[in-house]
Every structure is written in C-alpha cells, then in structure tokens.
T-cell receptor, first 112, second 114 residues
Framework: GQQLNQSPQSMFIQEGEDVSMNCTSS?????WLWYKQDPGEGPVLLIA?????ELTSNGRLTAQFGITRKDSFLNISASIPSDVGIYFC????????????FGTGTLLAVQP | GAVVSQHPSWVICKSGTSVKIECRSLDFQATTMFWYRQFPKQSLMLMAT?????????EQGVEKDKFLINHASLTLSTLTVTSAHPEDSSFYIC??????????FGNGTRLTVT
C-alpha cells in the first residue's frame, strides 16, 4: 500500500538555524499537506500544495510540491523555540479528497 | 476559522468498560468526519470515515464492533470504544471537512485503559 516516509526522523538544532525536511511516497499524490503537531494536541495545517512544482510560503515556512509528484519538502528559516514539535506530511488516498495518509513524522527540537 | 472540538480531552477507564468520545464541528456543518488513532511516537492512522446519516466506513484491520461510530448530525460524530482493553490505550483524534477545504483536526482524546 501507499507509504509516506519522512526524513530525517528527528532534528536537534540551535535557535536561528534553518531546517529542511522531506517526504517521499511510493506513489503519486495530487495534493501534499504539511501539519505540525504539538505534544498532546491534534495536528495543525501549515501549508497545502495542489500542483506539481508549486512553492508556497507561510511566514518562515516554505513547502514545495515535487515535480515527480512523489515527494514534497518543507523548509523552516530562522528557527525559534516554538517551532518545536512533530511535523507530518500527508496526502489523500483511496480516491477521497480528505481521506489522508500521514507520513512517519519529523521531530524537531530547537535549542534556545 | 473552522473549529473542531473533542470531548473529553483525556479519560481513564477500567478494562472491560466502554468509553464514548465526541467530536463536534463548532462553526460549520461537516458531512464527513474522520477518526484517527495515534500510538506513542507513531504517526496518525486512519480508523474510519464517518458519514452523516449513514454507516461508517472502517479501514482494514479496524474492528467495527469494537469501535462504534455514530454520526447523527452534521456537527457531531461519536466514537465508542467498547469493552476497552489496555492495548486500546491511545490518542484518538477526529477531523472534519468542509467541502473544498483541507481537514481540520480536533485536539485529541488521550485514552488510558487500566
């Protein structure tokens, strides 16, 4: 079945550093979503991508929809302590627009 | 923006008892809601799709008789974990959709079965 693998699994960085993470799929997706989850809470949508090659920003966050439609990338610039959390990519599957499969997650820790 | 509320945020129950978790869309009508389960240090796994006024659709490997889903109105879906056991302890998260928009998630319910 479909799988979304995220890399790296975890990152420990200093405040102010830039962060890059990616998500790869064994099959094509027509939509890529990036969520952030804080401990004990539900995921919050950061960025939605709908077109191959699309580059979209949300503040210090920038995400790109890979040309092959099998990958996506998320960059965070000038990280701050509140960026700490788990970042998940997600995409629709099973022919349903909002039936999502989630990636394996990237844990981000930011040292002040 | 769209808000999805879950209740309770956490619950502890004894093995063998049943627990009901509510998911409400507060400012929009959700024809479809989704229930996810997340074990510690793992990703979210879809359990079932809840459609208002009809039976839920369960993902492979999810027992429909154990995880009862009711979607009686456009703003409320409930998940009942029947005869809960310690291995059912998990973080249960619902989400709801407004046509044409990405999913909005609730804040989750931490279930601990002792």
């Amino acid at each position: 079945g479909q799988q979304l693998n995220q890399s790296p699994q975890s990152m420990f960085i200093q405040e102010g550093e830039d962060v890059s993470m990616n998500c790869t799929s064994s099959s094509i997706f027509n939509t890529w979503l990036w969520y952030k989850q804080d401990p004990g809470e539900g995921p919050v949508l950061l960025i939605a991508l709908y077109k191959a090659g699309e580059l979209t920003s949300n503040g210090r966050l920038t995400a790109q929809f890979g040309i092959t439609r099998k990958d996506s990338f998320l960059n965070i610039s000038a990280s701050i302590p509140s960026d700490v959390g788990i970042y998940f990519c997600a995409g629709p599957y099973g022919g349903a627009t909002n039936k999502l499969i989630f990636g394996t997650g990237t844990l981000l820790a930011v040292q002040p | 923006g769209a808000v999805v509320s879950q209740h309770p945020s956490w619950v502890i129950c004894k093995s063998g008892t049943s627990v009901k978790i509510e998911c409400r869309s507060l400012d929009f009508q959700a024809t479809t809601m989704f229930w996810y389960r997340q074990f510690p240090k793992q990703s979210l796994m879809l359990m079932a799709t809840s459609n208002e006024g009809s039976k839920a659709t369960y993902e492979q490997g999810v027992e429909k008789d154990k995880f009862l889903i009711n979607h009686a109105s456009l703003t409320l879906s409930t998940l009942t974990v029947t005869s809960a056991h310690p291995e059912d302890s998990s973080f249960y998260i619902c989400s709801a959709t407004v046509a044409g928009s990405p999913l909005h998630f609730g804040n989750g319910t931490r279930l601990t079965v002792t």
